[in-house]
Each structure stands twice: as C-alpha cells, then as structure tokens.
C-alpha cells in the first residue's frame, strides 16, 4: 500500500482530477474502478471521486508497485530558449509579451519549442518547477492566443493561481483590450455581438447572426483611436474569447485586419507584406485588467498589465500614426 499526503500544492481541486494527474497514464474509467472498488481511498474511507481535497488528507493506494509504475508516467523538460518578455512575475503567476509566430502549447507530437516550453523551462532555472519532483500539477497557461497573435498571457506557478485565473476569466472579471490595425475609415465606437462556428479540418470560423447547432456566442466592443489614409488603429475589448474573434468579425463589416492572411485583404497584406516585411496579423493583445475583487488572487485587484509593441509593429504604428516633429 502507497500513501499520499496532499499539500497545499494539491488542495481545492476534484479528487477524480488529482488522481486522473497524478496516474497520467490511467484512463478515467480505470480510476473509477479503482474507487469503486476501494483500491484507492480517501483518508482511509471509500470514495467517490467528486471531493474536493485539503490539505493534510491522505489518500491510499492498495495497488502493486509494478501497476502504480506503469500508471505514471514521468514528466519530461525540454530545453527551450526564452523568447517571450516578462511583464509582471511573484510566486503565484508570470505575465509574457508572447511574440507572433509562437505556439503557445504543441499541436502535435515532436514540438517543444512552444510557449508552454520556454515557460516551463524558465521556471526550472529559477527553480520554481522541479518536474521530478511534482506528481499532480505542472505550471499552466490560462489564456491563450493564436500563434501570429501578439501580446499578453498568464501562466500561473501553482494550482490556486491557475483556478483563480480560470475562474476570473470565466466570469468576466479580466478585461481584455487589443490593438488592432484594420482597413477603411472607422469613426465610432460599436458593439458587435455574432455566433461563431469553427471548421476543425480548415482551421477558420463562420460567422451567423442567429444562433444554431454548433455555434457560440461572442461579443465584441471596438473604438478608433488613430487614423491614416485609408486605415484605422482600434482599440478592441473581447468580452468573450473565441478563435479568430476579432479578425473573423473585423472582416465581416468590412474593416479586415493588416496582414491576416486568413481573413484579410490580399492586396493590403501584399503592401504591409513589401513595405515592413509584415507576415502576421497587426493584431497585438496590449493590455489587461484584474477585477476580481475576492478569492486567492484578490490582491491583485485593479491590476493593470501592458505589453508595448513588438519592433515590426511599432514600425507601421511610427511611419502612420506618429506625428511629424516638422
């Protein structure tokens, strides 16, 4: 028989999840059994798998050595050079400036230069994450961003960060606001509300303006704050967060987004494409805002974080919008 005790690393989280972790190699249907059974306990009782753990519980392991091996499989770290910046780091979270064209976790099997990699991989030297050492939690990335979108993500350190994180987001109480370079003249401040449905297979969304099967609400809020010939500088607030959002919606009033190649104007792109060697979206996530007001991250209310501008957008920003010193 095995024991283990839970530390304030594991607690607040389903027993069913911390165990589904911890034998990262078991399927969901073994590790019902096994509590059904009472191979695995709970403080020495039955189980059922929906309790929220504490610290200072124990849970027991009446299996053999050999079966709780072959179960758990051993977490690997990748050497990843760093290439995000760091906005805002303390014991429970680290902020980044992601740049266009990273993954931010692997889309299949063999890749591991991705953001979730250069993450764990600074946490190490820091010291901060020793795989070998954790058996049920590995830092996590909380929000995500496409791979030729820019800007701000949060990864939490430990298990009560990335749950406050999620839960934050999930009620709305981080705001969200990108810069977005779009073409044509945009002059006020919208709402847009649509339904998305994503293709898998194509990688691109379509968007309706009833709901229906397989489709998902989403709510964007947009204001002008820069205009040149022919193009607009919008600050864009995502009141939800769905794949290519705000570039799938941008093109549907007519305003696509520079260089998105997906959705965007062929002969625009061309243009950004010679003059700034732009290959990605002008599609930056500049900035967020910390409401949560009660929980584990409550200190962090009203917290403002900001990511500048990468170099090439910057460039496009200076040479259009920049006033001239003459």
């Known amino acids: 028989m095995k024991e283990v005790k839970i530390t304030n690393k594991e607690q607040h989280q389903r027993l069913d999840k911390f165990l589904l972790k911890y034998l990262n190699k078991a399927s ?77 976790h692997p889309e299949k099997e063999g890749e591991n230069e991705t953001l979730i990699d250069q ?28 791979r030729n979108t820019s800007g701000i993500v949060i990864a939490g350190k430990n298990l009560k960060a990335v749950q406050a994180v ?6 709305g109480k981080i705001e969200k606001y990108y810069m977005v370079l779009v073409k044509g003249n945009v002059s006020t401040e919208e709402k847009m509300v649509s339904y998305l449905k994503k293709d898998d297979m194509a990688n691109k969304v379509a968007l309706y303006q009833k709901d ?68 990605n979206q002008f599609l930056h996530a500049y900035r967020m805002v910390w409401r949560q007001k009660e929980g584990d991250l409550a200190y962090l209310a009203q917290k403002q974080w900001t990511a500048p501008l990468p170099k090439q957008l910057q460039a496009i920003y200076d040479f259009y919008f920049k006033p001239s010193k003459e």
Request: proline share 3%.
């Open 212 to 279: 229906g099967e397989g489709r998902k609400k989403i709510v964007t809020k947009y204001k002008p704050i820069a205009k040149a010939k022919d193009m607009t500088l919008l600050e864009v607030e995502l009141l939800t967060g769905r794949s290519h959002q705000i570039r799938a919606q941008m093109q549907a009033i007519g305003h696509p987004v520079a260089g998105d190649r997906k959705y965007g104007n062929n002969e625009w792109n061309k243009m950004f494409a010679e003059k700034f060697a732009l290959s």
């Open 166 to 171: 999620n839960e934050a987001i999930a009620k």
């Open 119 to 146: 993450i764990l991989y600074y946490l190490y030297e820091k010291g901060q994450y020793q795989p070998s050492k954790e058996s049920a939690f590995t830092p996590a990335i909380c929000n995500r961003l496409d």
């Open 28 to 104: 969901k249907g073994f590790v019902y059994k096994m509590l059904r059974k009472k191979r695995i306990k709970y403080n020495g009782k039955k189980a059922e798998g929906n309790e929220i753990l504490k610290e200072g519980d124990c849970l027991q392991f009446y299996l053999s050595e050999e079966t709780m091996y072959g179960f758990m499989q051993e977490k690997t770290l990748h050497k990843a050079k760093r290439h995000f910046g760091i906005i805002y780091e303390n014991d429970d979270l680290l902020v980044v400036s992601k740049p266009a064209g990273l993954l931010v």
